[in-house]
């Protein structure tokens, strides 16, 4: 029996056993159609022209960083600007807070600097129930999340109305005072 030569094994990662090979038949990885010459050339990264195919990588890895800066500086701006709805969510919270209004909450009765807190808590926490202002109002800003109970707002004159009735009467003159003061 023949002993196969070394560059007849094929030994596989992994596994135990080596396996005879035939004479020539290399891995089709390793076969070059164009002899030695051509293996090599693949191997230094150039092709059967001598052309180096360097300059194509370093271009292709610059058009990758350009892209990712865009990209990156692109979310960065995004990130600056403030949307309508927060701008006009914003809005509201400041608006409560500077309205010496009290706030009844739970059958217990709060300041309008506590009221603020408590709705910016709200929409820290909640923000995905409020996609919009009129969102905001209707489902954190005007009942309790636990009791379902409305708050109720007593004004600085003297008037009584629920928490919705009043933020949405609020919202619609910041949005009429908006619309009048842009061009």
């Known amino acids: 029996m023949l002993t196969p030569t070394c560059s007849q094994v094929m030994s596989f990662p992994g596994r135990n056993r080596s ?65 309508e709805a927060e701008r006009e969510i914003q809005y509201l919270i400041t608006f409560v807070a500077d309205s010496g209004a009290s706030f009844v909450r739970n059958g217990t009765a709060h300041d309008a600097k506590e009221a603020a807190g408590h709705l910016a808590m709200k929409y820290r926490n909640a923000s995905r129930y409020a996609k919009t202002a009129d969102d905001f109002i209707d489902n954190l800003a005007s009942k309790s999340s636990i009791t379902r109970r409305l708050y109720t707002v007593t004004t600085a004159d003297g008037r009584e109305l629920t928490a919705s009735e009043w933020l949405h009467s609020a919202l619609d003159e910041y949005r009429q005072s908006v619309s009048a003061s842009s061009p």
């Open 19 to 83: 396996y005879p090979r035939e004479p020539g038949s290399f891995p089709r990885r390793l076969e070059s159609t164009a002899g030695t010459a051509d293996l090599d050339s693949r191997l230094r990264g150039s092709d059967a022209l001598g052309v180096s195919a360097r300059p194509l990588k370093l271009f292709q890895t610059y058009l990758w960083l350009l892209l990712a800066m865009l990209v990156s500086s692109h979310a960065a701006t995004a990130a600056d600007q403030q949307t």
